[in-house]
């Protein structure tokens, strides 16, 4: 079992930035791939980036490609998602999972933080 604790979320204004941590504890050495999802009211959850624990492998959602970064330190256990230029259609309760070796779905997850952005 791993788990997750997000923080760093909060409200901004259109246009400012915002760093989103995820502290993973547990069973580390059953980490395949970290991810960041969000969900928005009324919306279904959507993918917004990964990293693979090891390779250090990233994908983006084309939504947040060139604004967000994916980062993770594998000494500390955190995986980072920062976020730049965001905009009011980045509001969301932001979630990072686990996706353990061997599997494809993502079946650990974090409480979530909600990241709120003003126009």
């Known amino acids: 079992q791993v788990q997750l604790v997000e923080s760093g979320g909060g409200l901004v204004q259109a246009g400012d930035s915002l760093r989103l941590s995820c502290a993973v504890s547990?069973?580390?050495?059953?980490?395949?791939?970290m991810a960041w999802f969000r969900q928005a009211p009324g919306k279904e959850r959507e993918f917004v980036g990964s990293?693979?624990?090891?390779?250090?492998?990233?994908y983006y959602a084309d939504s947040v490609k060139g604004r967000f970064t994916i980062s993770r330190d594998n000494a500390k256990n955190t995986v980072t998602l920062q976020m730049n230029s965001l905009k009011p259609e980045d509001t969301a309760v932001y979630y990072c999972?686990?996706?353990?070796?061997?599997?494809?779905?993502?079946?650990?997850w974090g409480q979530g933080t909600q990241v709120t952005v003003s126009s």
């Open positions: 999972a686990v996706q353990k070796l061997g599997r494809t779905r993502y079946d650990d």
């Open positions: 547990g069973r580390t050495s059953s980490i395949n791939a």
């Open positions: 990293i693979t624990w090891n390779a250090g492998n990233i």
